[in-house]
């Protein structure tokens, strides 16, 4: 069974043909884990503020706090 990676270059073509952006992943890798870590966690920040505001746009009949 062969895994992929005993073909790098094969394995990087297919996960372009697979439409992954093999650029971003390259400048995600570049920052240093903390970096990932902050931007991770802006991102969760930012979906929780929206599911906020989708709620209340929405008035939900249980509060917005029981979504997250």
């Known amino acids: 069974m062969m895994t992929g990676m005993e073909n790098p270059a094969q394995a990087l073509e297919e996960a372009r043909r697979a439409g992954i ?3 971003l992943v390259d400048s995600n ?3 240093t884990y903390e970096q990932r870590v902050l931007r991770h966690e802006s991102a969760l920040e930012l979906v929780w503020a929206l599911r906020e505001a989708g709620a209340v746009y929405e008035k939900p009949s249980r509060p917005v706090a029981e979504i997250r």
Do not use: P, R, S, V
């Open 21 to 23: 952006d093999l650029d």
């Open 29 to 31: 890798l570049a920052l």
